[in-house]
């Protein structure tokens, strides 16, 4: 696939801002500012407005694109699909239109790649399927990638986000933090290194298990991230939050995530970050172990 062929595919294009023909040229209309740019614009500046700075949401495969070296994803467990283990009316059918529109079973794509030539084990959450809740299949397959690169000595680097639990599959939702983070958790024992990239928006159960448990935590700009909404939160504790509360920007200035870091140095920084802390093939890893 050619760069102009990338940007003239409508699902290349946030969700957010739909593309629309003027004189023959697709364009789209800014949320933020109102301002319209044409689509091979806005895709050349990775799905950001040039006037507001306002942060497209990307297709998992855009983000893929975005920071793998060119040709080097192989993805893991695609085939897996959501059941209907409530039977919740009308899921199953949601489910199937939103894989068609999509392109992709569920709300995350997972595989190995490389970024900067370093082998990486990557999870990329998708909002454009169900908001990117967090099913049965979106902890399956996160559990078996950090197994995979648990066993293969691999880094982790995943994209989050999310509005939370998958309220279609009710207790089965709720049951992957505990999952997601176990795995996790061996994958630290093992001595490797877990990256976490938090997307807007980044809340619920989500933000409450693994999104929170990487070693080092990345947070692209003005991204909502949190747990409760600000209207519960507010009605319980009785207090007017600040304006920019559950902001990326918020979390950083309060020691919950490590960097901030715009889309188009993202790459960069996770190959610095990688090549940093992944020892080469050839040479073995040491693991530092806290004594009881």
């Not at 894989?99 to 490389?114: F, P």
């Not at 900067?116 to 809740?133: K, L, N, P, R, Y």
């Not at 950083?252 to 715009?262: Q, R």
């Not at 960069?268 to 530092?288: D, F, I, M, S, Y």
């Amino acid at each position: 696939m050619g760069l102009i062929d990338l940007f003239q595919k409508t699902r290349e294009t946030s969700m957010e801002m739909k593309p629309q023909e003027e004189e023959g040229v697709k364009v789209v209309k800014c949320k933020g500012c109102g301002a319209e740019i044409k689509a091979y614009a806005y895709g050349k500046n990775l799905y950001v407005c040039p006037h507001c700075g306002r942060y497209g949401r990307l297709l998992a495969r855009t983000r893929i694109r975005q920071v793998a070296d060119k040709d080097s994803f192989t993805e893991l467990y695609g085939d897996l699909a959501p059941a209907d283990p409530i039977d919740f009316p009308g899921y199953a059918d949601k489910a199937a239109e939103l894989a068609e529109k999509v392109g992709m079973l569920d709300a995350v794509k997972t595989g190995v790649c490389r970024i900067g030539g370093v082998e990486t084990c990557i999870g990329v959450m998708d909002s454009h399927f169900m908001m990117a809740s967090m099913g049965s299949v979106v902890g399956e397959k996160l559990t078996r990638l950090f197994e995979y690169a648990t066993e293969k000595g691999l880094p982790v680097v995943v994209f989050t986000c999310s509005g939370g639990a998958r309220m279609q599959e009710g207790m089965y939702s709720l049951l992957q933090m505990a999952k997601v983070s176990a795995a996790a958790r061996r994958h630290s024992d093992a001595g490797l290194l877990y990256i976490t990239v938090l997307t807007d928006p980044t809340t619920g159960g989500v933000t409450a298990s693994f999104a929170m448990l990487g070693d080092i935590i990345l947070a692209e700009p003005r991204t909502t991230i949190g747990f409760a909404g600000r209207r519960v939160i507010e009605g319980t504790i009785g207090e007017t939050l600040p304006e920019d509360f559950q902001s990326s920007e918020f979390l950083l200035s309060h020691g919950f995530c490590d960097k901030i870091v715009p889309r188009n140095q993202l790459r960069g920084t996770l190959e610095n970050l990688l090549k940093l802390h992944c020892a080469p093939k050839g040479k073995k890893r040491q693991v530092w172990r806290h004594e009881e």
